[in-house]
């Protein structure tokens, strides 16, 4: 009886150990997830300072530091009262991620929806720091002319991760 059950031991942890609940990928991918909804309830409550906490020191995107998206959204802000973001995809390539959204602005006048990140993409750019997503930006410094993408030089520090 013993050598069944020493067995039947051997094979529950041969079967728990097999199972990987915690895949990396799909964790990061819900991290993101809920970043991106931390976001938009915070833009909803008004709570700017929320939002900007989930933004990397290094943020720069298309030539725009933090204080540039601070900005920003206070005028987004100023304009609509609600903000949905509809999550499409993650790209994730080891500590760059890419959230492809769209982001759903509403007030009482108007309703403008951004395909992110080919719209302005504030919020689409990741970077894992110290253990956590935070927004990162494209890292370049130049905008195309004539555009609003950001020029293939300048986002290589994102790009290369891809």
């Known amino acids: 009886m013993k050598p069944v059950y020493i067995l039947f031991v051997l094979i529950c942890l041969v079967l728990c150990t097999s199972c990987n609940t915690d895949d990396s990928e799909n964790q990061a991918q819900a991290e ?9 309830l915070d833009f909803n409550l008004g709570n700017v300072y929320g939002m900007m906490d989930h933004v990397d020191n290094n943020y720069l995107h ?9 900005e920003e959204i ?11 973001i509809e999550v499409l995809y993650i790209e994730i390539n080891g500590k760059y991620a890419v959230a492809h959204t769209i982001d759903h602005y509403k007030s009482s006048l108007e309703s403008v929806d951004y395909h992110e990140p080919e719209d302005s993409g504030y919020f689409s750019y990741f970077h894992r720091n110290q253990g956590s997503w935070l927004i990162y930006g494209d890292q370049s410094w130049i905008k195309k002319k004539g ?16």
């Open 74 to 84: 206070l005028d987004r802000r100023g304009r609509f009262q609600l903000l949905e």
């Open 147 to 162: 555009s609003d993408l950001p020029s293939t030089k300048g986002q290589q520090a994102v790009s290369e991760a891809f």
């Open 62 to 70: 298309k030539g725009k530091i933090a204080w540039h998206l601070n």
């Open 32 to 40: 993101i997830r809920d970043i991106l909804y931390d976001l938009s």
